[in-house]
């Protein structure tokens, strides 16, 4: 599970994912997948047998795949891989690190462009004080 360079592309098991969450209807997406997973998991017994819970949160983790890049996508990210919690939760991990970077790159853009226009405090303090010495 690796991660190449481009920031809007996610990279798992040999298939690369498009995902840019500055763009809105691809971050009403995102929204609206979590929120399925999120009441999916409500749904799930913590009574049972372990099997059944580990089948369930590893359904969790596909489901989410799916509503966020399409039916079938699960299949394609795990593809040969066991029904095992490690494996999804590897995944998830994953994507939950390249959502983290494209947020951090995407400020990172924003402050940037910020710091270009505004001045910062000292040229403020500087630039008033050429005011108030000229009059």
């Keep these: 599970m690796s991660q190449n360079q481009n920031p809007k592309v996610w990279e798992i098991n040999g298939i690369s994912l498009p995902l840019d969450l500055e763009d809105a209807e691809v971050m009403e997406r995102y929204e609206t997948a979590f929120d399925a997973m999120a009441d999916e998991e409500k749904t799930i017994r913590i009574d049972g047998r372990a099997s059944g819970?580990?089948?369930?949160y590893c359904?969790?983790?596909?489901?989410?795949?799916?509503?966020?890049f399409g039916a079938g996508t699960s299949d394609k990210i795990?593809?040969?891989?066991?029904?095992?919690?490690?494996?999804?939760?590897?995944?998830?991990?994953?994507?939950?690190d390249f959502v983290k970077a494209q947020t951090a790159a995407s400020t990172e853009r924003r402050n940037?462009?910020?710091?270009?226009?505004?001045?910062?405090?000292?040229?403020?303090?500087?630039?008033a004080k050429k005011i108030r010495k000229s009059k």
């Design 53 to 56: 819970r580990i089948r369930a």
């Design 59 to 68: 359904m969790l983790y596909r489901n989410l795949f799916d509503h966020l």
């Design 78 to 96: 795990f593809v040969g891989k066991p029904m095992s919690a490690a494996v999804h939760e590897e995944a998830y991990a994953s994507l939950l």
């Design 112 to 127: 940037a462009i910020l710091k270009k226009y505004q001045p910062n405090r000292a040229q403020k303090r500087a630039a």
